[in-house]
């Protein structure tokens, strides 16, 4: 069975942000309407790519609960009126922020806007009270650019995790 590294990223201080300020055309919504629906959508237009499974049996009223909690925030990339991506960032205990889902729809990937996007992730988890830690894990199922991108935002490796793979 293949083994899957899960990395654990932190950034503890505003200073050790490095934004990437060019946006290439992508703008950023927030959705303050919450519907699980949605939420559900991204997760699937992103994640299938990347074999994110972890919620794809969950009911609606498990995405409901999830996606429609008051500490879940949502932001979509849009690029030519498209979504091409999203993050949702939800408030924890002790000033923690963690990045939840992170990515771009297959068709985005490559052109410059994953660095902007994530620029904007930290943007907003950094501007949530009381914030005092962003976190996010990853794999090596990711993107092969993914713990770049963290890493050249600031983020600094705090743990890595050996998993098998299932299926």
Not at 105 to 127: D, N, V
Not at 128 to 141: M, Q
């Amino acid at each position: 069975m293949p083994q899957i590294s899960i990395y654990h990223l932190e950034m503890t201080d505003r200073s050790q942000f490095n934004p990437k300020h060019q946006s290439n055309g992508l703008t950023l919504i927030e959705a303050k309407v919450k519907q699980y629906e949605f939420n559900r959508f991204l997760y699937q237009f992103v994640g299938a790519a990347w074999e994110w499974t972890d919620k794809l049996t969950w009911t609606d009223s498990q995405w409901q609960v999830y996606s429609e909690a008051s500490n879940l925030y949502l932001y979509v990339g849009y690029v030519d009126g498209s979504p091409a991506g999203y993050f949702e960032l939800q408030q924890q205990e002790d000033g923690n922020v963690e990045i939840m889902y992170f990515g771009l729809g297959q068709r985005f990937i490559g052109q410059g806007y994953g660095g902007y996007l994530l620029t904007k992730a930290i943007e907003h988890a950094w501007a949530l009270p009381d914030t005092r830690r962003v976190w996010v894990h990853t794999c090596s199922l990711d993107h092969p650019s993914a713990l770049q991108n963290y890493q050249a935002r600031g983020f600094t490796l705090f743990r890595t995790d050996t998993e098998t793979q299932t299926h």
